[in-house]
């Protein structure tokens, strides 16, 4: 099993493009999410999905969008990038809520 | 809602020595705890996870905490440090109230001197 894999590990943008972090598992969870880590903050909650087609907002929404077509992969979609968003990026799955969380090895986004 | 603080962003322990990581949460209804530890580069894995089961929660790699209900605290401790055992901590909590969704503490990063 590979896990949680996210794409790209790296990524340096421009103020005002738009980008889209991959994330998919094959460990048929259910629950699926993403988080941002800024340094001294912790992880913040940005989505979570509770199984395909459903998804819900967390903490920290605004300027991201994302969806839920399969069970495996759970996109994240910066529309207009802004310098707030530099941050790394870590997407995460669980077989069911309040179970443990297994993490992907997360993506530096930085936004010049 | 819950929240969580733990005291201290970075510890510096000597091999060998105790490694204590303060945690203590806020939680309006019983709640489930959590500790994970990231390793440079990489995403967050479990350490261990208190339930209500029993207050002693033993986890990976020789590391337990004790959840006291009076002190609202889930502390992290390990007997000896290994120099392996540098890393940034994480303290977690979840609860009914918010669809045990988790909150996470701000991180500990422990640095082990050899």
């Known amino acids: 099993n590979a896990g949680v894999t996210q794409t790209p590990k790296f990524r340096i943008l421009k103020i005002g493009q738009s980008m889209t972090l991959q994330c998919t598992q094959d460990?048929?969870?259910?629950?699926m999410y993403w988080y941002r880590q800024d340094p001294g903050m912790g992880l913040k909650l940005i989505y979570y999905?509770?199984?395909?087609?459903?998804?819900d907002k967390g903490e920290v929404p605004n300027g991201y969008n994302v969806s839920r077509s399969t069970t495996e992969d759970f996109p994240l979609r910066l529309e207009l990038a802004a310098p707030s968003q530099t941050s790394v990026y870590f997407c995460?799955?669980?077989?069911?809520?309040?179970?443990?969380?297994?993490f992907g090895s997360g993506t530096q986004l930085s936004v010049l | 809602a819950q929240s969580v603080t733990q005291l201290g962003s970075h510890v510096s322990v000597s091999e060998g020595a105790l490694v204590l990581l303060r945690c203590n949460y806020s939680?309006?209804?019983?709640?489930?705890l959590f500790w994970y530890v990231q390793y440079p580069n990489q995403g967050l894995q479990l350490l261990l996870k208190?339930?209500?089961?029993?207050?002693l929660v033993k986890g990976i790699n020789g590391f337990e905490a004790e959840f006291k209900k009076s002190e609202t605290s889930f502390h992290l401790t390990k007997p000896s440090a290994h120099m392996s055992d540098a890393a940034e901590y994480f303290c977690?909590?979840?609860?009914?109230?918010?669809?045990?969704?988790?909150?996470f503490g701000a991180g500990t990063t422990v640095t082990v001197r050899a």
């Open positions: 208190y339930t209500s089961a029993a207050t």
């Open positions: 460990m048929n969870h259910n629950y």
């Open positions: 999905s509770v199984g395909a087609g459903i998804t």
């Open positions: 939680s309006s209804v019983p709640p489930y």
């Open positions: 995460a799955s669980s077989r069911d809520r309040n179970e443990k969380l297994f």
């Open positions: 977690a909590v979840s609860d009914r109230s918010n669809d045990y969704k988790l909150s």
